[in-house]
């Protein structure tokens, strides 16, 4: 290590991205890349726990990749790469999956929803965090910038990193969360209780693709309450909470004091679209630009599997050596 922070973060090529995805991680990715050693990977191994189709899954895989270019990851700051480039970690993932208890896996939020919504649930979606934690634990990551859902995934990471080094001496570093103050969790803006989401297919959902008119529609529409009272107070409105918040984040202010400037909902919707259509035009122009050029993505995504590979083989190799397995070839 350089003396330099690693950090690491991952995004699933599940469809398109939304404003919670940008607010809650993507901006956060962006400007770790400037003082920090950043790693940031599409993780399309862990799409594959909800079996997804083929030729979507390749799309998918390479506009996420055009989208993290979009937003301002610059490869020649960070590495970007696709997780199954690199197969390091579909096998230290089995070595996680050992550590982790099951008792540690059934408590998990995230499981527990994503096994409500469907109708097979496949044993992969409940390893998840066991290949999340390899992804991370690979890098040697110090910060892992995440929204705030993925905080007990982050959480159990740092919990299976203490249980191996305990067991087999010193070998990972143990990662801390970074979550955002503002933009943590953005709501569904027609569901103020879920959050925001590319797979629930909500009209309340916010695309950074979507053109500008349809994102100020969806501002209009969203569902407030039936009081006249601009506040900040998730607990009892939802759903200004959730505009505020939004604001708030896109214009890199708090939440309260975006509040004290409103008294009616219309205003603070009508800003809160141009706000968000402000941060995301730049995104979509640069989305189509890239888009026309596949060849540039392939390439940027080969050069950053190599350096990945580079660096999860030496730590895969730690923990292959102090877990007991013998070596691949004889040295
Ligand atoms: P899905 O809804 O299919 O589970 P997702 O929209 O949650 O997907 P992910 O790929 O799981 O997207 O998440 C990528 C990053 O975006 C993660 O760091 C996650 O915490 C963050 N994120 C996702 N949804 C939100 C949200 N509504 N608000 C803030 N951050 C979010
Ligand atoms: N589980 C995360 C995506 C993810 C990730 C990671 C995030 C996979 N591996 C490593 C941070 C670090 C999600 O659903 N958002």
């Known amino acids: 290590m350089t003396g330099v922070a690693r950090v690491f973060s991952g995004i ?3 469809g398109g991205m939304h404003l919670g995805n940008l607010l809650g991680a993507l901006r956060n990715w962006v400007a770790y890349q400037h003082e920090h050693d950043a790693v940031y990977c599409v993780v399309d191994l862990h799409a594959l726990t909800t079996a ?3 030729d979507e899954l390749r799309d998918n895989t390479l506009a996420a990749a055009a989208m993290l270019l979009s937003v301002g990851i610059d490869p020649d700051r960070s590495t970007l790469f696709v997780q199954s480039s690199v197969s390091e970690h579909a096998e230290l993932a089995w070595m996680m999956e050992c550590t982790v208890g099951f008792g540690e896996l059934r408590r998990m939020t995230q499981f527990k929803d994503k096994s409500d919504r469907s109708e097979f649930v ?3 979606l409940f390893t998840y965090p066991a290949l999340q934690a390899s992804d991370i634990l690979l890098y040697d990551t110090d910060l892992v910038p995440v929204g ?3 905080r007990q ?3 159990l990471c740092r919990d299976i990193a203490e249980r191996f080094n305990r067991r087999y001496g010193d070998t990972f570093t ?3 969360h970074v979550i955002p103050t503002a933009g943590a969790r953005v709501m569904d ?3 103020p209780a879920d959050k925001m989401s590319k797979s629930l297919e909500s009209a309340g959902t916010v695309g950074v693709l979507e053109e500008s008119e349809s994102v100020t529609r969806k501002f209009k529409r969203a569902v407030t309450d039936s009081e006249n009272e601009v506040r900040y107070d998730p607990g009892t409105k939802p759903g200004v909470s959730n505009l505020l918040g939004i604001l708030a984040s896109a214009t890199g202010r708090t939440p309260e004091s975006v509040a004290d400037d409103y008294a009616q909902y219309g205003p603070l919707k009508a800003d809160t679209a141009d706000a968000v259509n402000e941060l995301l035009s730049p995104i979509r122009e640069r989305y189509a630009e890239l888009s026309s050029d596949p060849g540039e993505i392939a390439r940027v995504l080969a050069t950053g599997a190599d350096k990945a590979r580079t660096v999860a083989a030496a730590t895969l190799e ?3 050596t102090n877990a007991g397995l013998i070596p691949r070839s004889p040295a």
Do not use: F, T
Request: hydrophobic share 25%.
């Open 12 to 14: 699933q090529p599940s």
């Open 148 to 150: 705030d859902d993925q």
């Open 189 to 191: 803006l027609q569901n």
């Open 52 to 54: 997804p189709d083929p």
């Open 174 to 176: 143990v990662p801390a």
């Open 153 to 155: 995934h982050i959480e």
């Open 122 to 124: 496949s044993a992969g």
């Open 318 to 320: 730690r923990a292959r």
